[in-house]
């Protein structure tokens, strides 16, 4: 990616090796601009270009090369194969046609259904993403419905396909906390039923430890950590998860002051030798400054990115 002034290069995503199996949730975490949402992103070609463009990498779906596709083919990708929720969902949706002609759009441009079973399977949909009166729903505008009743339209467009993978980017942020448990038990209740892969996006840490079969903690787009979250939450080894786990109310002692991790994360700009987290940690040795560490197993299925990892 170019700066402003266009005159400087920077790296957004540096190496980023994920993999997904059917039926399998991945959690995605980290803080605000550390490469999570240009993660998505990137793996549907959507990144904006310019300022930024994929100078390396491959990615595969369904052993198929992402990379090597014309747009044509995008569209059959993007949204029948793999299905996308935004954390915008006012501005995801299309302000000026009623919310069940968008869906009903998504099924004629994917499925090719004639008009009467697209009917059926819109009124189908907003029911099963708990709807009342979707007689009614199908008719109104976005701006006639709550952000929760947004998200859920967003959700039903996402696997009214039947896609294979779900990359849901923070789906829960721009709704009321009375709201997010609801949706968050709708998406996942959803994405179980139907078998769905799902890259789950979020800053989050509380939320995934319920919902995700394996989390991945990003640090200016790098995964540092990966594993379980029965063992990385009990077990972190990378001092930035560490941090991170240690400023949340539900995981620190009660009574202890709640950590706050020193420094300033890096921009993409600043050059970077050695470990991009060494100048916050407060375990990083000379070689932390001089080698950049690998994302090592430990033990199985725990992997961390760190040349001193956590004893504990």
Request: net charge negative; with cysteine; charged share 25%.
């Amino acid at each position: 990616m170019k700066n402003p002034s266009g005159e400087q290069k920077g790296w957004i995503l540096r190496g980023i090796d994920l993999s997904l199996v059917e039926g399998e949730r991945l959690a995605l975490v980290g803080e605000s601009g550390c490469g999570k949402s240009m993660t998505a992103l990137s793996i549907l070609n959507l990144i904006p270009k310019p300022p930024m463009e994929r100078t390396e990498g491959r990615i595969f779906f369904k052993g198929r090369e992402l990379n090597t596709l014309e747009e044509k083919d995008w569209r059959e990708i993007r949204g029948k194969e793999i299905g996308m929720i935004f954390q915008e969902p006012l501005t995801s949706l299309n302000p000026v046609i009623p919310v069940g002609k968008q869906l009903a759009e998504t099924l004629e441009v994917h499925l090719g259904l004639p008009g009467d079973q697209i009917d059926e399977k819109v009124y189908s949909l907003l029911n099963e993403v708990g709807l009342p009166d979707p007689e009614r729903i199908e008719r109104q505008y976005p701006h006639q419905l709550s952000g929760g009743m947004c998200q859920r339209i967003m959700i039903a467009m996402a696997v009214a396909c039947g896609p294979s993978l779900l990359i849901a980017d923070e789906p829960t942020t721009a709704l009321d906390v009375t709201v997010q448990t609801q949706v968050l038990e709708l998406l996942f209740r959803m994405t179980a039923e139907h078998r769905l892969a799902v890259l789950f996006i979020t800053h989050d840490l509380r939320i995934v430890k319920g919902h995700a079969d394996r989390v991945a903690i990003l640090y200016l787009g790098q995964v540092v950590e990966e594993g379980a979250p029965s063992e990385l939450f009990e077990h972190p080894q990378h001092p930035y998860t560490e941090g991170l786990l240690a400023s949340l109310p539900g995981f620190s002692r009660r009574g202890r002051e709640l950590l706050n991790i020193p420094g300033v994360v890096p921009t993409p700009f600043e050059p970077i030798t050695g470990c991009a987290f060494a100048d916050r940690c407060s375990r990083a040795g000379d070689r932390c400054r001089k080698e950049e560490p690998a994302l090592n197993e430990i033990i199985k299925g725990h992997k961390v990115r760190c040349f001193y990892p956590s004893k504990k």
